[in-house]
Structure formats: structure tokens, C-alpha cells
């Protein structure tokens, strides 16, 4: 992959899938591409989407932004953006961020 950022994305994903798979989801897998109509980077885990992120600099507002679009695009109502954490490879150290209201819906299992 001659992209370094795609590559750095790519192998998160794919940890994240395998983190996800020994955690309780075994048919979590990566999401093939989708352009505008995108449901984020993590299939198999139904009424979920999964926005992974390994960036440098963190934009929670416009992760959290791509997350609503991608969570209508999929038609759910819970989704989270994870985002590898700098300083350690164990992927369940990750950040887990979602707005209070989506996390609202997850403690009620109460829909929009």
C-alpha cells in the first residue's frame, strides 16, 4: 500500500476486527468501501456501526459528524467512533466515543 495513513487505517481495522472477534462479536469483519453511502469500517455487529480512526490528531466533531451520516446510511440507531490510543498496541485500550444522546439510547435500548 503506497498510502502510509491508508496503511496505518487498514491495520487498526483489521485489529480491531480481531479484537472484536475474541470479545464476543465472531462475525465482525471490515466493511468494503462504499464512497458517500458509506456504514462505516466494521460489519457483523447488527443495529452497530463502527467508525474506526488512527490519526495523529483527533476531530472528535467531525468523526462524530461522519458517524451520524454513516449510522442513517446504515439505518441504526447506535454507533461509536474508536480510535486507536497512542502508547500501546493492546487494541482494548482504544477510545470508544459516541454522542450522549446515542449513548442515551444504548443504556434505555430505546430508539430515536
Avoid at 485489529?15 to 457483523?44: F, I, K
Avoid at 447488527?46 to 476531530?59: D, F, L, R, Y
Wanted: glycine share 12%; hydrophobic share 40%; with cysteine.
Amino acid at each position: 500500500m503506497s498510502n502510509p495513513s491508508k496503511a496505518r487505517g487498514t491495520a487498526f481495522e483489521t485489529a480491531l476486527v480481531g479484537w472484536l472477534q475474541a470479545n464476543g462479536h465472531p462475525y465482525a469483519e471490515r466493511r468494503t468501501l462504499s464512497g458517500h453511502n458509506d456504514r462505516g469500517d466494521v460489519a457483523g455487529i447488527p443495529g452497530v456501526v463502527i467508525e474506526a480512526k488512527n490519526c495523529k490528531t483527533i476531530q472528535l466533531a467531525a468523526w462524530v459528524d461522519e458517524l451520524a451520516v454513516e449510522m442513517g446510511n446504515a439505518g441504526v440507531d447506535i454507533g461509536a467512533v474508536v480510535i486507536r490510543r497512542r502508547g500501546t498496541s493492546d487494541v482494548g485500550r482504544s477510545y470508544a466515543v459516541m454522542p450522549l444522546d446515542v449513548f442515551n439510547r444504548l443504556l434505555t435500548g430505546e430508539p430515536t
